[in-house]
């Protein structure tokens, strides 16, 4: 790609690289993700291709259903690109780790809406941590909002099943980075979650993620025949 | 929590006798303080026909249990009297065979009135890892017929960073050469056998590769491809190598994440599926990625053996851990994430 003669990289993750660019004078993020060696081609090829779609779609999708996500620019399927928004700001995970606890409060509250919002939509995020979420604190009008990106591994899903393991992962990452107080912030995330999807589905969908609880292994919750 | 680290001479003349009896092994441990390995004796249980039934395999430790505890003794050539203390994997595992190998380290520990230590397998399979590899703080994967998870340490523990949603990749190699007819040999686990089959499999077949999260699920990826194979217009080896891609390349991209996540500077593979050199490969293409070093445990010490449970009783009992036998019933589910590793800080 011609653009990246001119960016930085921003971040080596594990599945992706982010350049930092400029698409016709707007500060941009080009999204590559790379071809992994240790697969093989054909599933390589499908895996990225496969996620780049989605997270084009989804990226969209969120917008439509309320949630703030990056405008795309541009997508390019063969080459696992997508050249999005750059949005200026901090990751929730690094926020939450360094304010009050009203405002981790507030925050988390206000997530758990986001969250809410997608799933209201079926929309599933796939890989909820506080690392893909970000607020935004650029001085125009984005202020304080609070953007979701990396829905890679996202997908548009009736099923409950679907929406308990969105908010399971979540769970999950917040124990293994915010280990400290992660009970606490996500008792507020499912309190803004119900506020949004209503009482009825949010007992399911609780209901549902204890029971996914209870599939893994080694729970001692799991009851024993 | 009392530090009652000694020198390093006092510790080569400690000695700490471990026990490992989760599933189909029933091992004996011993080492030094120093974690020198005098002795590393094991017998397994072989079942006549399908998995591991619990109750079989607990009555084939009760039997072999004398016997491998003076091998190993014999082995290490030291008196039961040099013993410092007595450790036991307490959990997870199948909880007819953890008693009988409780029950063993019980009586020992009574009988010489020492110390008894309560050890976590998980722990041990990471512990046996760093000690045989030299491996200081690592992104562990630990795949094995029970587990498969991605764990760094992390404040005080071993955090879950990655794990599976249903079966382990130990249990989804199994349960597939088992389905598809494959015998069970001695000497020659189901997943090597899989793994030669797998060797001259060409075609590769789109299987279902589920990562969610941090977090991967097999039993789909296991249904789908004895599927294939009944569906006909494949061969077994075909089916092999694709299993076996798609189910590593889903471990892999975990371990990939989890590395970039913490960003540590080594990666370690461990546990029985650990001996799989296809696995290995795929690591160790990572770790060159990342420009981290890349570690394996040694075949010897990969599947379950009594020695990772004498060196992890041996750093435990160093820093003051001891279970009171009144207290050493044992934990089934057990996570590792539960447990502290004073050692490591």
Redesign the interface.
Known sequence: MDELNQSVLLK????ASLYLSNWYGRKAVIKIRDP?????I??DR??RSYRTIHEAQLLHQAKVAGVASPLIYRVNVSEATIVMEYIEGVQVKQYLSRVSKTECERVCLRIGELIGKLHRENLIH????T?NMLIANDDVDNQGKIFLVDFG?GEKSVELEAKG?DLH?LK??L??TH?AFWESCFKDIFMGYRLVVGVELAEKVYEKIIE?EK??????E?K?L | MVNTQKTSSDNESRYCLGIESTADDFGVGIVNFDGDILTNTVDSYVPMEGGIHPREAARHHAEVASKVLCRALTDANIKVRDLTCIAFSMG?GLGPCLRTGATVARALASYLQIPLVGVNHSIAHIEIGKLKTGAVDPVTLYVSG???MVTAF??KRY???G????I?LGNCLDVFARHVGLKNQRGLPFGAAVEQLALKGKN?I?LP?V?????LSLSGLLTAATMQLQRGNCTLEDVCYSLQ??AF?MV??VT??A???TEKKEVLLTGGVAANKRLQ???E??AE?HNVRFNVVPQKFATDNGAMIAWTGSLAYTYGIVTPIEESYVK????V?KVDVPWMN
């Open positions: 080596k993750g594990a599945e992994k060696k240790y697969r093989p054909v599933l499908q895996i796939g890989d909820l941590t690392s591994l393991v992962l999950r990452a124990q293994s280990f996914i599939r893994g292994r080694y729970v001692e799991r024993q | 997870p029970g587990n498969t992390e404040s955090r879950v960073f794990e599976t949603l249903d382990a590769f789109p590769y990562v969610k999260g941090m977090d891609e798609h390349s892999a991209e990939e994440r590395l970039a996540h490969a795929m690591l293409a990572i990625e089934l589910r057990w996570r994430d």
